[in-house]
């Protein structure tokens, strides 16, 4: 998929999720997928780094990567304040567990494969020709492969339904607690997810403007 488009800009998409993919008594009626794109992710990185300042008195060791769900309230509204005021796009897709079909219950590799290559495929909607997405290093490494595959795949179905050019699409895993704007997704997924789980919106309606729901 890649043309080698070198002098283009490159788009840095991170993607997380909020919810688990679990069909248990305690696991949870929806599960959120979402993306932040820039151009200039070292700039929207330094989010964080405010927030720190700002709110956390602990050092940076105590605390090496913020999460929404450990962060109080001050935290969650000032960095979600933020990141409604940076230049970039987000965007998000949410399922929610009772709609699955009966087959893929259990399945749940199945069912991030579909939500993350989704995310993905909105990307080749974009003028943009150039890509590196990077996703939280938390799966083993042939479900890694195999979900990269699949991403590959069904994005270049996408390309050749609009008509479009190919485009460079890179994949890179990585740590959350080393990559600031993976962190920084984990509090948009939050806030989408708090919206649909629990029905509250005080942090959703922070980013509303920002940010876009792709169905499928």
Known sequence: MQDGLSVSKVLHVFVDESGDLGFSERSTSYIVMGAM????????????????????????????????SESSDAVKTALLRMLGEYD??????????????????????????????????????????????????????????????????????TLRKLGKLSVDLQIEWVYSESEPCIQLVDFVCGAV???YEYGDN???????????QIEF
């Open 88 to 157: 970039g796009e987000m965007w998000y897709v949410y399922l929610r567990k009772r709609d699955i079909l009966t087959q893929y219950r259990g399945a749940e590799k199945h069912t991030y494969n579909v939500l993350a290559t989704e995310i993905c495929k909105h990307l080749v909607k974009l003028p943009e020709r150039k890509f590196l997405v990077k996703m939280d290093k938390a799966l083993e490494k042939k479900d890694r492969e195999r979900l990269k595959y699949h991403i590959l795949e069904e994005t270049e179905k």
């Open 193 to 195: 997810f708090r919206k």
């Open 202 to 212: 005080r942090y959703f309606d922070l980013i509303k403007h920002k940010i876009a």
């Open 37 to 68: 794109a820039t151009h200039e992710p070292l700039k929207v990185a330094r989010i964080v780094r405010k927030v720190r300042e700002r709110h956390l008195c602990k050092p940076r060791g105590d605390v090496p990567e913020l999460k929404f």
